[in-house]
């Protein structure tokens, strides 16, 4: 029964730290992006500052270049935040405790401030599928926002309000971005068929005609639909499991697509996969927490 009972505290670790790891490399992803790859541009809330609201230039920059390095800087504070904790667990300083909540929290904050922000500049200022934007990167948003929730709760006794709220931010969130993409490829969008076209995953081709890739993005598409669908239905660890293979999978195809200076594409991606993976522990420690012998008051009442 103990070694059971070590079970769930392990488990709701691994959650803590796949959140982590996606958040910290989304944020390099758009560091990259915006300041240090090959193609570096300038954000749409550049775009939105300087074109829409009439900032000078240098500040809509300044403003811009704040935003990349200030991601770049908080996945470095996320990240030290965790080994600290994890490596001192059991002898930290309440001032030391304090300190790295603070480091989290304000970190945390600015990542789900600017991606927001970015997400609502595109959305302003973007294509024809730019009305789509927040849902399609909505894990992006609620990656970020499901660990500072997760970590409000960590050190509490209570009912877990926070981690309950987290665990349905990811779960809506993910089904979301998963709609809109299947939405996007059945309409043929064609950025996505580029992708079909371009990419050669391990020196294999995957279409060779425009058709041929038309009639696989439409398959990808309705697939991508019921998955977004099922996820919220059913809540079935191997659903989320395909989610975050597959979100892989897309996310890498910008670098099999664009070569490996397109690096920060992917990475930017992070939480298309990170966020099913994230379900998926979710819906492993649920089914774990439905074992008398594994239940803990703290955790059994998060999930639920």
């Known amino acids: 029964m103990d070694k059971d009972r070590q079970v769930t505290p392990a488990s709701f670790d691994t959650i803590l730290w796949c959140l982590r790891a996606t958040t910290a490399l989304q944020c390099f992803g758009i560091a990259g992006r915006y300041l240090f790859s090959k193609f ?16 000078p230039e240098y500040a809509a920059q300044l403003i811009d270049d704040i935003g990349g390095y200030g991601c770049l800087l908080s996945a470095v504070g996320v990240l030290a935040a ?22 989290e929290t304000s970190a945390l904050s ?3 401030f600017w991606s927001l922000g970015m997400a609502i500049s595109e959305t302003v200022r973007g294509d ?39 665990s349905l931010i990811i779960l809506v969130a993910t ?7 299947g939405y996007q490829a059945i309409e043929l969008y064609g950025p996505f068929v580029d992708l079909i076209l371009l990419s050669n995953p391990c020196g294999i081709t995957l279409a060779t005609d425009q058709q041929t890739a038309e ?3 439409l398959i990808i598409g309705w697939i991508d639909i019921a998955l977004a669908i099922l996820i919220i239905a059913l809540r079935w660890q191997v659903i989320a499991i395909y989610m975050a293979t597959w979100g892989l999978l897309t996310a890498y195809s910008r670098v099999t697509a664009g070569g490996m200076d397109a690096w920060p594409e992917m ?34 009442h998060a999930l639920n």
Do not use: W
């Not at 990475?267 to 979710?282: E, H, K, Q, S, Y």
């Open 267 to 300: 990475f930017i991606r992070a939480a298309n996969a990170g966020a099913p993976l994230t379900l998926f522990f979710l819906f492993r420690l649920k089914y774990l927490l439905g074992n008398p012998m594994n239940k803990t008051p703290t955790n059994q």
């Open 40 to 55: 570096e541009s300038e954000s749409q809330i550049y775009g939105l500052l300087y074109f829409d609201f009439g900032f």
């Open 82 to 103: 965790g080994f600290v904790s994890a490596i001192s667990k059991h002898g930290l300083s309440e001032t030391i405790i304090y300190r790295l909540r603070c480091i």
């Open 128 to 166: 024809l599928f730019a009305r789509l934007t927040l849902m399609e990167e909505a894990v992006r948003i609620a990656t970020p926002a499901t660990l500072l929730l997760f970590l409000m709760d960590r050190e509490r006794s209570n009912h877990g309000m926070f981690s309950k709220c987290g």
């Open 110 to 112: 600015f990542i789900i």
């Open 175 to 181: 089904s979301l971005t998963f709609a809109s993409h």
């Open 215 to 217: 009639t696989l993005l």
